[in-house]
């Protein structure tokens, strides 16, 4: 077998391959191969959740991080780097405060400040190498929880941990555990919830696509405490490379006996199948999950009774999301204690995010429960792009709140997020600036939650509709101070009485909104103005003949041609034909075009 | 409705999609996916012999097809082209992006160009926030597209076809 000293490791998830990192492994091969270093090895990892500046190459032993590299730069850090050990000064990362190089990934303020646990192999190991994960202690959690522990024991680690579902709900898992293990039933399944929803976020599919191993190994020690012989993962269709990595692993899992009958030479047998979900935000929700399933439209049911009594087929069923199994190999490997030392009182452990938005460092991140959004924001995410002003954050999706300036200080945790008016959710947080305008955003929510609506109960089919209604009204300058009263009393029945996780939180955007920026809702309906200047119909585009120079710019870009004027005469826009797509005061280098 | 008359070759590999999953009105999605695959689009015919298949109502199967965004009952274009509206695109200016692809081809959301070339649809979220705002056409990725954009990206498939 080859001794390697030397590795090149390059992100091969979603956001870095659409950025051609194939290419670069490709090139980065060869070029290894040209130069004759045997002792180098270029491996394709998971997400480094540097997003921002992918895609992303490390050079290990000593951590150097390449950024934003092409293609053509493979040839240049393998003869540099390896051959003639320099460092390529133009491909580090810039600090953006200090402008100076930052030599390794140590010293990048993006990661100093995380913590990785559910994260804590992606952009590590090759996730298609079953002995990789294994090097770092993978499927020892599985042969001690089999081998040493009896199924109350681990369940009991596992609620010592404080551990609670990272999927939106907050439950706490062990005792979820607990419950089903109780059930007495000679068939039960565990299902991994990997039917990520929520737009913008992606924990879940990086995870799957980093290091799917610990999906596999958690399931099965899932399947050890319940009491179930068979996980079922239900996984995105539109997510094939995680499901492409998953069904290795799960191949590979079987070779080596750690999936299958008598694990670890134990009477445990465990195996696990694929399920594909079709796209439906609903089913996240763990009865509309299951339904989902079981062949039928993914619509929620009543609870009780709930899953872990009737579940999939009608028997006992433990769904948890991707990133809850992701931590439980960690927590029986070290601890319950080491676990419950990190985070709040009531939260324990890590949270990964998927910060996006307007934010300078897009990309996953993952931090321990009680860091303030402002490290995150600010800290973690470096401010915000453009050097424009902060104004809200969304944590949550659809189905959460609008944070603002005021609770930049506020700890994240499950607690503190719902008593502010959001939620943790899946962990989906989203960024915005001054240009935002909160209303069109709550509409934004509103028009996807009326897409996702199951229809199955009348609050959540017809009220979010009634509410998309009013808040189009509101945006095109037609709303009145009544229309907000019943924007208010509308939201608040709905959250009151709607079936499921879905529709009870389908309002949060809209009240959240209203607590927080009830002066922009008032703006809309009293002056019939969009103070971010967002809202089209209230909007409209002016040139200013002092600063115009008549360079004919604006017209030509205009998709339009809704600007008139000679050249070296001030142009006209005709409102009536102006589309409002603001393309002409992007593109004007004078200054001239403004917006009322 | 339109006629559509199936091959009987096609109709012999969906029945065998569905044999493969032992006629299991359980495994209706997972056939349905591969029933897409085949056919890349799932007319009425298709879940017609679906529900022959697996014994159970026609309509069973099209309430399932209509409730899946994943699923479509009219035929794609050539390249199929994916505007992304998930929250990060969406704030980093995907509407002025979907506008001007509507603008170019000429179709709306949901419909396919004359010449088949091109279909347009929205989708929440591939997971490459960090390019945001990001359009798919096949199975290409396109980052930081900005509405000026659309039209280079457009041509070069238009290019392609000459």
Not at chain 1, 295 to 309: N, Q
Not at chain 2, 5 to 14: N, R
């Amino acid at each position: 077998m080859a001794q390697y000293t030397n590795y090149i490791l390059v992100c091969g998830g979603t956001g870095c391959r659409a950025s051609q990192s194939e290419q670069i492994i490709e090139n980065l091969k060869a070029a290894v191969d040209q130069y004759g270093l045997e002792d180098t090895q270029v491996i394709r990892t998971g997400c480094f959740g540097f997003c921002e500046k992918g895609p992303v190459v490390k050079m290990i032993p000593d951590n150097t991080f390449y950024v934003q590299v092409q293609p053509s730069d493979a040839d240049e850090i393998v003869r540099e780097h390896l051959v003639k050990g320099r460092k390529v000064e133009r491909l580090l990362y810039v600090n953006p405060e200090t402008h100076e190089l930052v030599p390794d990934s140590k010293h990048i303020g993006f990661y100093k400040k995380q913590l990785r646990i559910a994260l804590r192999n992606c952009g590590f190991i090759n996730p298609e190498n079953i002995d990789e994960y294994i090097a770092r202690d993978g499927y020892v959690a599985l042969g001690k929880a089999l081998v040493e522990m009896t199924p109350e024991e681990v369940i009991k680690e596992i609620m010592d941990s404080g551990l609670r579902g990272r999927g939106g709900g907050g439950f706490p898992t062990g005792l979820k555990w607990q419950i089903t293990r109780k059930v007495q039933a000679p068939q039960k399944y565990v299902v991994c919830n990997a039917d990520e929803g929520d737009p913008g976020a992606f924990m879940d599919r990086s995870i799957l696509e980093g290091d799917p191993h610990s999906i596999v190994e958690a399931m099965a020690i899932n399947g050890y405490c319940t009491g179930a012989s068979k996980g079922l993962v239900y996984i995105r269709a539109e997510y094939p490379l995680a499901v492409e990595r998953l069904k290795i692993a799960i191949r590979q899992a079987k070779e080596y006996g750690l999936l299958g009958e008598n694990i670890f030479g134990t009477d445990f047998s465990f195996d696990i199948e694929i399920r594909y979900g079709a796209g439906a935000f609903v089913c996240g929700e763990e009865t509309a999950l299951i339904h989902s399933m079981e062949g039928l439209r993914g619509e929620a049911t009543v609870k009780p009774p709930f899953p872990s009594e009737h579940g999939y087929k009608g028997c006992p069923t433990n769904v948890n999301n991707v990133e809850t199994y992701a931590n439980i190999p960690v927590i029986l490997l070290r601890g319950a204690k080491w676990f419950s030392s990190i985070g709040t009182e009531k939260s324990k452990g890590t949270k990964v995010f998927a910060l996006a938005g307007k934010v300078n460092n897009v990309g996953l991140i993952e931090v321990p429960m009680g860091t303030t959004l402002r490290e995150v924001i600010f800290g973690i995410g470096g401010g915000i792009k453009d050097g424009k002003k902060f104004k809200a954050v969304q944590t949550g999706g659809p189905s959460g709140g609008c944070l603002t300036e005021k609770h930049l200080d506020l700890p994240i945790d499950y607690d503190n997020l719902l008593s502010a008016g959001s939620m943790m959710g899946s962990g989906g947080m989203i960024v915005m600036d001054e240009d935002d305008c909160m209303v069109a955003m709550a509409k934004f929510y509103l028009d996807f939650t009326v897409e996702e609506s199951c229809g199955k109960c009348a609050p959540c089919r017809i009220g979010n509709k009634r509410l998309h209604e009013i808040l189009q009204k509101i945006t095109s300058g037609n709303g009145t101070e009544d229309d907000l009263t019943r924007l208010r009393n509308l939201a608040t029945v709905i959250k009151d009485t709607a079936l499921c996780g879905l529709g009870q939180t389908s309002p949060n955007p809209v009240l959240s909104t209203m607590d927080n920026f009830y002066d922009e809702y008032l703006a809309h309906v009293r002056e019939h103005r969009c103070p971010s200047h967002q809202c089209r119909e209230l909007t409209q585009y002016f040139i200013n003949p002092e600063k115009c120079k008549g360079c004919t710019l604006c017209a030509r870009v205009c998709p339009v041609h809704a600007i008139t004027g000679d050249r070296k005469i001030p142009h006209i826009i005709d409102p009536q034909s102006c589309i409002r797509c603001g393309t002409c005061m992007e593109k004007c280098k004078f200054g001239a075009i403004y917006v009322h | 409705m339109n006629e559509i008359h199936l091959p009987k070759t096609k109709v012999a590999e969906l029945h065998a999609i569905c044999a493969e999953r032992n006629n299991d009105p359980g495994e209706l999605i997972n056939i349905l996916h591969a029933a897409q695959g085949l056919f890349g689009y799932l007319p009425p015919e298709v879940q017609q012999v679906i529900a022959t298949e697996l014994n159970i109502p026609v309509s069973r199967v099209y309430g399932v097809v209509t409730f899946y965004s994943f699923f479509t009952m009219t035929p794609k274009g050539k390249y199929p082209i994916s505007v992304c509206l998930g929250t990060a695109c969406y704030v980093r200016g995907a509407e002025k992006v979907l506008e001007e692809m509507q603008r170019q081809l000429e179709i709306k959301v949901g419909e396919t160009t004359p010449d088949g070339l091109f279909s347009l649809d929205c989708l929440r979220c591939v997971g490459a926030c960090g390019l945001a705002p990001v359009v798919m056409i096949g199975g290409k990725v396109y980052g930081r597209v900005t509405p000026e954009k659309v039209r280079d990206i457009l041509s070069d498939y238009y290019l392609k076809e000459q």
